[in-house]
């Protein structure tokens, strides 16, 4: 059994890509791990927000993972702003990072290029990612791969700390499912599906309905064989639906191609749209029903406390390894 931590940004839609890639596998953790689940809503802030949509934002997020079978009997869901031990450890690991490593953090170079003015939040920022995984004793972070950096630097910083101060970190590893980690974009399937695509067509929202989704798929970029055959290379708008079709209806990418050996990309497409369809119907009606109810409130007080008093224990080992702390705990 091992101690699990993930945490989403509520930063607006959460596409197809998220859900295959990293929510469903959240639902199998749970059965035999001790799992953290955290809105990271102070994340979100490093780039500006609108507080209303945020705050709705972040309450649309803890439904979902809700509706996806995250058991708040199980795991922990909480929302990160809710428990300050996050941005007091994120500052006691700022001050262990060096300028130089977070400078070198690709997403920090990527959102900050060509802009005049980039908030200090977006550089410092890895330390508090790093301070919500080191909070809980995380052993396991399940992140996709364009995250590995990240954990990375949570290692090195859980290191630094524990060699210069005291050992009480965890040093986490990343877990990256093998399939489905990276859902391509349906209209450019060479990149990743991104809820931030300016074009709405390139990504499916988890809690868009039926007809919004045949439409998207039937759009989506394939070629002009029409033979469906998983070549990511040669082939990677058919191979991006076919690992979709795949995660959706539980069929093995072989048994798809057989099952489609000889028909057009028309009668492909419409089978990836029921297999997706079918799939997101049951967390669509269980999202909400959850949205506006009392129930959420319910789970999300009760994971905040579940979350301050694990948190807080860890806060104070390490603010009395540094010689924060004035009185014995």
């Known amino acids: 059994m091992a101690t699990i931590f993930s945490g989403i940004q ?6 197809l ?10 639902v199998g953790f749970q059965e035999d791990n001790h799992c953290y ?7 979100a802030i490093t780039v500006p927000q609108d507080p209303v949509q945020l705050k709705k934002n972040s309450r649309s997020l803890a439904a979902m993972y809700l509706a996806v079978g995250i058991d708040p009997e199980k795991s922990t869901l909480f929302i990160q702003s809710e428990v300050p031990a996050h941005t007091k450890m994120g500052w006691v690991l700022q001050c262990v990072a060096y300028i130089g490593e977070l400078e070198r953090m690709t997403q920090f170079k990527d959102k900050s290029k060509g802009k005049e003015a980039v908030s200090a939040g977006l550089l410092t920022y890895p330390p508090l990612m790093a301070a919500d995984i080191l909070l809980y004793g995380t052993e396991l972070v399940p992140v996709g791969d364009d995250q590995k950096q990240h954990i990375e630097l949570t290692r090195d910083l859980a290191e630094r700390f524990n060699n210069k101060y005291r050992e009480i970190f965890t040093i986490p590893e990343p877990r990256i499912p093998k399939v489905g980690a990276r859902i391509m974009s349906l209209v450019d399937p060479t990149k990743k599906m ?23 798929i039937k759009r989506a970029t394939t070629d002009s064989d029409g033979v469906v055959k998983y070549d990511k290379e040669n082939k990677p708008g058919i191979s991006n639906l076919l690992t979709i079709y795949s995660l959706c209806s539980g069929e093995s990418i072989h048994e798809l191609e057989k099952k489609y050996e000889g028909k057009g990309y028309g009668d492909f497409k419409e089978g990836t749209a029921s ?3 079918s799939r997101l119907k049951p967390i669509q009606e269980r999202y909400y029903n959850l949205i506006e ?11 905040a406390e579940k979350a301050n008093r694990v948190a807080n224990k860890m806060l104070n080992k390490a603010e009395r390894a540094m010689g924060l702390a004035r009185k014995r705990v």
């Open 10 to 15: 509520p930063s607006g839609t959460i596409t």
């Open 17 to 26: 890509g998220n859900y295959l890639g990293a929510l469903q596998h959240f």
């Open 37 to 43: 689940f955290c809105v990271v809503n102070q994340h």
């Open 194 to 216: 991104s809820k931030s695509d300016a074009n709405v067509n390139a990504f499916i929202s988890i809690l868009d309905d039926e007809a919004v989704i045949t439409k998207k």
């Open 275 to 277: 297999a997706v369809v």
């Open 293 to 303: 109810s009392d129930e959420l409130d319910q789970i999300l007080d009760h994971g």
